[in-house]
């Protein structure tokens, strides 16, 4: 079983930009599809996106097209978002997952984080 671990939440201005990082133990990260999923206050979880085991393929939900990119580094069993131009929509907890693969377009975590908060002032 691998154990993820989230990094690099915190809060910035509308517009700015954060990197989160995922770091996987236990197994590796080359294994599964990676992933990233947020929560806001009050709302479901909700998909941002996913990662295919090499990084050849990557799927975003419509909200964060254009904005966000997925990317992972398998030699560091790591996989980031890197979050630019952030809007106070995207204020969530953030949480990274891995899958067993499948579609990136039906990515669902088998495996999860303990999450990290991001936070956007206007």
């Known amino acids: 079983q691998v154990q993820l671990a989230e990094s690099g939440g915190g809060s910035v201005q509308a517009g700015g930009s954060l990197r989160l990082s995922c770091a996987a133990s236990?197994?590796?990260?080359?294994?599964?599809?990676g992933g990233w999923f947020r929560q806001a206050p009050g709302k479901e979880r909700e998909f941002v996106a996913a990662?295919?085991?090499?990084?050849?393929?990557?799927y975003y939900s419509d909200s964060v097209k254009g904005r966000f990119t997925i990317s992972r580094d398998n030699a560091k069993n790591t996989v980031y978002l890197q979050m630019n131009s952030l809007k106070p929509e995207d204020t969530a907890v953030y949480y990274c997952?891995?899958?067993?693969?499948?579609?990136?377009?039906?990515?669902?975590?088998?495996?999860w984080g303990q999450g990290t908060q991001v936070t956007v002032s206007s």
């Open positions: 997952a891995a899958a067993n693969p499948r579609s990136l377009r039906f990515f669902g975590g088998d495996y």
């Open positions: 236990g197994r590796k990260f080359s294994i599964y599809s």
């Open positions: 990662i295919s085991q090499s990084g050849g393929n990557t």
